[in-house]
């Protein structure tokens, strides 16, 4: 019978997660949970864009077809304008903020949201698309 309890106590001790570990995960969590909100936070304060229209402003500028400044520099405004849509005060500022909140945000918390879970608060989201 003590063998079979030193079994026990040596299972349950190898489970238990080194300091290293335990601050490794608790650090992981933090991330995940911080992070995507800095982010959504610094680009609402300092520039009019939310991560849609900023990602597809950054994936538009990739797709310059000349290098002649004129055509460079009109291709830019056209860009900017449709990014302009879905960013702050755009028509399409509500489907941005969803593609950020809901698509974005999930994407860099492997599939959660800011509460841990994998399923979207539908009661939330009258209140992304602007009614209350």
Do not use: C
């Not at 299972?11 to 995960?25: G, H, R």
């Not at 969590?29 to 936070?41: N, R, T």
């Not at 945000?105 to 949201?113: A, L, M, Q, W």
């Amino acid at each position: 019978m003590s063998a079979q309890h030193e079994e026990q106590q040596q299972i349950t001790k190898d489970q238990k997660p080194t300091w290293s570990e335990w601050a490794k995960t608790q650090y992981s969590a933090q991330y995940e949970s911080w992070v995507p909100w800095l982010e959504d936070l610094y680009l609402r304060y300092f520039t009019k864009d939310n991560k849609a229209s900023y990602a597809t402003k950054d994936t538009l500028s990739k797709t310059k077809v000349t290098n002649i400044e004129q055509v460079d520099t009109l291709q830019d405004g056209v860009h900017n304008l449709v990014a302009g849509q879905i960013g702050q005060g755009g028509l399409g500022q509500p489907v941005g903020d969803l593609l950020s909140k809901e698509g974005v945000n999930r994407t860099e918390r492997k599939g959660k949201d800011e509460k841990g879970g994998y399923f979207p608060d539908v009661r939330n989201v009258g209140g992304l698309l602007g009614r209350k």
